[in-house]
């Protein structure tokens, strides 16, 4: 008799235990859904979205803000000129112009650098207008299977999974190339490999919490990206009166430049 109600208990922890146990296991999935939809949001953020607002930006302002800055550059250089020879004339030394020029050379060099980015930058915008642009059932089936490999490859969603592998189709992604990746797809196949949880109620609370962290961290990285450039222009780039508004003050500071730069090189002369 005493056998028999050791076995009943143990029946009712099973009835206590599993519907507990399936409940965790169900919200888990929910989570991992959820967390790939996010990862998704936010690579798309990243890669798709900020990529598109700042080669249009870059294509809208890219030359008259480059001719500012340029123009920012030359007055500054000219401006640390004018102090270095004055402090050789105050030193009564002879003035070098060329040795002069060096260390400005030197001391702007950062300055020039900028300058070869922005280059760049603008180069980047024209290959990105001139490239194809894919259709909308292509860009579609591009988030599917993009979505399907953060799933099974994401280390977040997967500790285990091939990190090498998934950075191919990040980068496939960010490039829009959609047959790279179709074929990370074909060599991922249909299996899931996402890592089990475990079998105990602690583990899977553990795995719970883990993933509810990362859902928040996730959901602050995108409310951060939105708070910066280039996204913030995209509201502006939007609106043709803000736009011209943006434009009008780039040109007005590209003036005070060079009225800076005219008055300055003829105190040097």
């Known amino acids: 008799m005493a056998l028999w109600g050791m076995e009943q208990i143990e029946m009712a922890d ?31 953020l990243q890669f798709v979205i900020c990529r598109n607002i700042e080669a249009k930006y870059t294509l809208e302002f890219g030359s008259i803000e480059y001719r500012a800055y340029e123009a920012q550059c030359t007055a500054l250089r000219l401006k640390r000129k004018i102090e270095l020879i004055q402090a050789k004339r105050n ?3 002879p003035v070098s112009i060329v040795a002069i020029e060096e260390i400005l050379d030197q001391e702007f060099a950062s300055y020039q650098k900028q300058l070869d980015e922005r280059i760049s930058k603008m180069n980047e915008a024209l290959q990105w207008k001139e490239s ?14 993009y979505r399907k ?3 099974i ?7 285990d999974a091939q990190r090498e592998l998934f950075e191919h189709a990040v980068t496939a992604y960010k490039n829009g190339d959609l047959a790279t990746v179709r074929m990370i797809d074909a060599m991922v196949g249909s299996e899931t490999l996402v ?16 993933l509810q962290n990362l859902l928040k961290k996730i959901q602050e990285s995108i409310d951060q ?5 280039p996204y913030t222009m995209k509201e502006m780039l939007e609106n043709e009166e ?11 500071i590209l003036g005070q430049y060079e009225e800076r730069i005219f008055f300055d090189t003829i105190k040097i002369e």
């Not at 990206?225 to 450039?229: A, D, L, P």
């Open 91 to 93: 030193r009564q030394e």
């Open 149 to 151: 490999l953060v799933k």
């Open 195 to 210: 890592k089990q949880s475990g079998d105990t109620i602690e583990q899977l609370n553990e795995e719970k919490r883990r």
């Open 153 to 159: 490859l994401h280390s977040d969603m997967n500790p």
């Open 14 to 44: 099973d009835i206590i235990i599993f519907p507990e146990f399936d409940k965790i296991k169900n919200e888990i999935e929910r989570l991992r859904i959820e967390l790939s939809m996010l990862l998704l949001e936010r690579d798309e």
């Open 242 to 252: 803000k736009t011209e508004q943006l434009r009008q003050q780039y040109e007005e």
């Open 225 to 229: 990206i939105k708070t910066r450039y």
């Open 132 to 145: 194809d642009v894919l259709s909308e059932s292509d860009s579609k089936e591009l988030k599917m299977l």
